[in-house]
């Protein structure tokens, strides 16, 4: 898994590229792990070039939200392909996570 981090209006966009699943999972979480500990509490994930998502991956999406909640902070998410969006809303996760059709979206709302 590839995955860009950017920042943009102090918020970081975090774009993972390919399949977020138990092999992959830990690379991610790492990856917000280290943009708490650098205080970058709102974090948005594009996730346009996401192309599967597996229960590993739903639960780095819970526990980073839950560690930014505590610091009063947000994670959004933006640009979710069919298959991908069509996990969250089975899951049940799409009631939990704000989901922005772009990453632009999400930067612009994140913080209100």
């Known amino acids: ?3 860009k981090v ?10 993972p590229e390919g399949r977020l699943d138990a092999n992959t999972a830990e690379e991610l979480e790492e990856s917000f792990n280290e943009l708490i500990s650098r205080s970058k509490v709102y974090i948005v994930v ?3 070039a996401l192309d599967y998502l597996s229960s590993a991956g739903l639960r780095v999406f819970l526990s980073t939200a839950k560690q930014l909640k505590k610091l009063s ?3 959004a998410l933006a640009d979710l ?3 991908v969006h069509q ?3 089975i899951s049940g996760f799409d ?3 704000s989901i922005f059709d ?5 930067v612009d709302c994140i913080k209100r």
């Open 1 to 3: 898994m590839n995955i």
């Open 6 to 15: 950017e920042e943009q209006k102090g918020i970081a966009i975090v774009s």
């Open 46 to 48: 594009n996730c346009k």
């Open 73 to 75: 902070g947000r994670i």
């Open 81 to 83: 392909n069919e298959n």
């Open 87 to 89: 996990i969250f809303e």
């Open 95 to 97: 009631s939990i996570f």
């Open 102 to 106: 772009t990453a632009e979206d999400a």
